[in-house]
């Protein structure tokens, strides 16, 4: 799925969480992270941090890749 903004980065995460089978609440208990921030991240709230946003993609097992165009 080709990411064009953080409404984009989160439709891939929350889908991928529910192929996995997890809840936001165990993903909060798993990272610490609260889960009004996965909420927001999974609903596009830009102001996301980077750091954590990619900590939770690549703990859900997904990879971000950053290629030049052209």
């Known amino acids: 799925?080709?990411?064009n903004n953080s409404s984009d980065f989160g439709?891939?995460?929350k889908k991928r969480r529910k192929e996995l089978g997890y809840t936001q609440r165990y993903l909060s208990?798993?990272?610490g992270f609260s889960i009004s921030f996965i909420s927001d991240l999974e609903n596009?709230?830009?102001?996301?941090e980077l750091g954590?946003?990619?900590y939770l993609a690549n703990l859900l097992g997904?990879?971000?890749e950053v290629n030049s165009r052209g």
């Open 1 to 3: 799925m080709k990411i």
């Open 11 to 13: 439709i891939a995460l």
């Open 29 to 31: 208990e798993f990272t």
């Open 44 to 48: 596009g709230k830009s102001t996301a």
């Open 52 to 54: 954590k946003a990619i």
């Open 62 to 64: 997904l990879d971000i």
